[in-house]
């Protein structure tokens, strides 16, 4: 009997978590998820989606001992595979404690969220014959937060959602917004004035630095100016236009926070929106390696100091010879003459005959030859070269000379 009874508890537990409680029951401020000794989500278990139960292009999503196909955006899922839909989405709060287990779709408290958010909208449109799903997109900490939550150092959680109608249905967003706020107040789990009504791209998920969000026919993501993608689905964009090319010495390049972002080529810079070469000595992205410069000038000053160096070098040479008397000359003057220090314009104490002499005395071959001036020759000046005759080429025999007034003349004997 005690089992029985045990067993309509639960059952009336169910019934009532799935169905709301009834307008009369006085609303709760917050409520904690049941404690439950189930095993965690660290515990290995198989997975359903291992064995790929979604149809069409819906993704299959692990949940703690189950699983949810997912459509993409704008499609909800039917066993025959993904529909097109009409998206109504929106933002509220539950009175339920936020824990960081429930971003987690494999966990136990994610999946007990998920029963309590499916049951409730199910509730809100059976009337509804063109309501399909609602969709989890979103599970954070609610920053606003009630006198009794602050005193028990607790906080609600706020939660995003999309619900998907047929494409066909009239139903439109101040109606369906209606419905949830009346279904809102006579459930506990719910704030009864939290709900608001969201755009479809406060939840699409455009990339914000490439893209604008448009939703003229349907959603869409468009790229900015400068940025391009290759699918028109894609809601980030992740290159650049087609301004950007090598013709214009430019190329794309993803920066730090992975942004396409249009340069100039390496060794070119940017000067009024043109991609310039860079000046002499300087290389690399945007012109800023200078080494090329620096060698440069090194050079130029090692070429300069070489210079001088050579130049300095001719110069001292120069004076050198100039100073440098003839070896010939040298060897001409008398070695006392060096030996004695008779120098001109220096007086000898030793020689005191040299000091009265102006010139140098100039030792030739003979001593007996020494200062006789213009009367001896020059015994470096080579002598003429000695006079000879030319044979004869007659016969003594046979001629004579014989002399004449005019002079002399070559006859024959006989």
């Known amino acids: 009997m005690k089992g029985y009874v045990s067993l309509a508890?639960?059952?009336s537990f169910a019934f009532c978590a799935g169905k709301g409680t009834d307008s009369s029951t006085a609303p709760l401020t917050t409520t904690k998820l049941p404690v439950t000794t189930a095993p965690s989500t660290t515990t290995e278990a198989p997975l359903l989606c291992a064995n790929k139960p979604c149809n069409g292009s819906a993704k299959c999503i692990n949940l703690y001992q189950d699983f949810t196909c997912q459509c993409p955006y704008g499609y909800y899922y039917t066993a025959s595979g993904c529909q097109e839909g009409k998206v109504f989405p929106g933002q509220f709060t539950l009175n339920i404690s936020y824990s960081d287990t429930m971003a987690n779709e494999g966990s136990l408290e994610y999946k007990q969220l998920?029963?309590?958010i499916t049951d409730f909208f199910k509730t809100t449109f059976k009337n509804e014959t063109d309501y399909e799903e609602t969709i989890i997109v979103n599970i954070k900490?609610?920053?606003a937060k009630s006198k009794i939550q602050?005193?028990?150092g607790t906080s609600a959680t706020s939660m995003t959602v999309r619900n998907m109608f047929k494409v066909t249905t009239k139903l439109n967003s101040s109606e369906v917004t209606k419905l949830i706020e009346d279904a809102m107040k006579s459930n506990s789990n719910f704030r009864s004035d939290s709900y608001q009504v969201l755009l479809q791209c406060d939840i699409y998920g455009c990339d914000e630095t490439t893209t604008t969000c448009q939703e003229t026919d349907g959603v869409t993501c468009e790229c900015k100016s400068g940025f391009s993608?290759?699918?028109s689905e894609d809601k980030s964009c992740s290159g650049c236009d087609n301004t950007c090319s090598e013709e214009k010495h430019m190329h794309c390049v993803m920066d730090r926070?992975?942004?396409?972002?249009c340069q100039c080529l390496p060794n070119f810079k940017n000067k009024d929106g043109n991609c310039m070469e860079c000046d002499v000595g300087y290389s690399g992205v945007n012109c800023s390696n200078n080494s090329l410069l620096i060698l440069i000038i090194v050079a130029v000053l090692c070429g300069a100091l070489i210079l001088g160096l050579a130049v300095g070098l001719i110069f001292t040479s120069q004076r050198a010879n100039?100073?440098?008397?003839n070896p010939e000359k040298r060897h001409l003057l008398r070695e006392d003459y060096s030996n004695k220090r008779e120098t001109p314009g220096h007086v000898s104490a030793i020689n005191p005959a040299a000091n009265e002499k102006i010139f140098p005395?100039?030792?030739t071959s003979s001593a007996a030859q020494v200062n006789r001036g213009f009367e001896m020759s020059n015994p470096y000046e080579m002598g003429p070269p000695p006079r000879k005759l030319p044979e004869r080429d007659y016969d003594d025999d046979e001629y004579e000379i014989s002399s004449r007034g005019d002079g002399f003349r070559l006859q024959r004997r006989y």
């Open 150 to 152: 602050n005193k028990a």
């Open 141 to 143: 900490q609610s920053s």
């Open 114 to 116: 998920y029963i309590i």
């Open 257 to 261: 926070y992975s942004v396409p972002v």
């Open 322 to 325: 100039k100073r440098q008397r």
């Open 361 to 363: 005395t100039i030792q």
């Open 9 to 11: 508890l639960l059952l």
């Open 229 to 231: 993608k290759k699918n």
